[in-house]
């Protein structure tokens, strides 16, 4: 067994169900797998990995912070921490739940930090080129007109101006649900809150983006949105 238990027969009992979750866990989530043989140091599997959740977590960082560079850097921090983490890994979620926890707590932590030190320069969220880019992954064009793909992007840039005046639990329980399609219970994981908390935060989220949104939409009026 994975744990080696030696004591009791009750501590046995706990060790064979923790390795058939282990085993439950590889059998359903492929990124368990694939972050078994990281720990297991077999060729290429971190790079494929991050392969995997690179461009997503950097779209879901730079959504928290603001700021792409700052979203990249947090990203490779995350990635770091789970490679040097992974001679210990042992399943106990979903990969992306662990991911994302790591993420979410880095994010947090970071703007804390940069709280504390308001002088620090910050690059505006909606003059970078790059950004608009991880905003327009998720809001994928439908029609191919040129008027379309400009109101297309003008949309991605007020969801993306919506977004960032929640909070930023708000906005970690939209991203998380909205683009990663998580569970109510895995977010709760994820933020260290209940399922209902969870569900209240999405709710008031909801609210407030339908609020800023929806004057746009039914008008057609950038101006509308931000009068809302």
Same mark, same amino acid.
């Given at each position: 067994?994975?744990?080696?238990?030696?004591?009791?027969?009750?501590?046995?009992?706990?060790?064979?169900?923790?390795?058939?979750?282990?085993?439950?866990?590889?059998?359903?989530?492929?990124?368990?797998?694939?972050?078994?043989?990281?720990?297991?140091? %077999?060729?290429?599997?971190?790079?494929?990995?991050?392969?995997?959740?690179?461009?997503?977590?950097?779209?879901?960082?730079?959504?928290?912070? *603001?700021?792409?560079?700052?979203?990249?850097?947090?990203?490779?921090?995350?990635?770091?921490? %789970?490679?040097?983490?992974?001679? *210990?890994?042992?399943?106990?979620?979903?990969?992306?739940?662990?991911?994302?926890?790591?993420?979410?707590?880095?994010?947090?932590?970071?703007?804390?930090?940069?709280?504390?030190?308001?002088?620090?320069?910050?690059?505006?969220?909606?003059?970078?080129?790059?950004?608009?880019?991880?905003? *327009?992954?998720?809001?994928?064009?439908?029609?191919?007109?040129?008027?379309?793909?400009?109101?297309?992007?003008?949309?991605?840039?007020?969801?993306?101006?919506?977004?960032?005046?929640?909070?930023?639990?708000?906005?970690?329980?939209?991203?998380?649900?909205?683009?990663?399609?998580?569970?109510?219970?895995? %977010?709760?994981? %994820?933020?260290?809150?209940?399922?209902?908390?969870?569900?209240?935060?999405?709710?008031?989220?909801?609210?407030?983006?339908?609020?800023?949104?929806?004057?746009?939409?039914?008008?057609?009026?950038?101006?509308?949105?931000?009068?809302?």
């Amino acid at each position: 067994m994975g744990y080696g238990y030696v004591l009791g027969g009750g501590d046995r009992a706990v060790g064979v169900e923790v390795d058939h979750l282990e085993q439950q866990l590889e059998s359903r989530d492929p990124d368990v797998r694939l972050m078994v043989q990281v720990r297991n140091d %077999i060729p290429g599997a971190f790079e494929t990995l991050v392969e995997r959740y690179q461009n997503r977590l950097v779209g879901i960082l730079f959504h928290l912070v *603001g700021n792409v560079q700052e979203a990249e850097d947090l990203c490779q921090e995350v990635f770091l921490r %789970i490679y040097k983490a992974r001679k *210990g890994y042992r399943p106990r979620s979903k990969f992306s739940t662990w991911l994302f926890t790591i993420a979410n707590n880095l994010a947090l932590n970071h703007l804390r930090s940069r709280r504390r030190s308001p002088g620090l320069p910050i690059a505006a969220a909606g003059t970078n080129s790059q950004a608009a880019v991880f905003v *327009g992954q998720q809001l994928e064009a439908r029609e191919g007109t040129p008027s379309a793909q400009m109101r297309q992007a003008e949309l991605a840039d007020l969801v993306r101006e919506a977004v960032a005046v929640l909070s930023e639990d708000q906005k970690m329980a939209v991203l998380l649900n909205k683009f990663e399609e998580m569970s109510y219970a895995e %977010i709760a994981t %994820i933020m260290g809150r209940s399922p209902a908390a969870v569900k209240s935060l999405l709710a008031r989220a909801r609210n407030q983006l339908r609020e800023r949104l929806e004057p746009y939409l039914l008008t057609g009026q950038r101006g509308a949105a931000g009068s809302a």
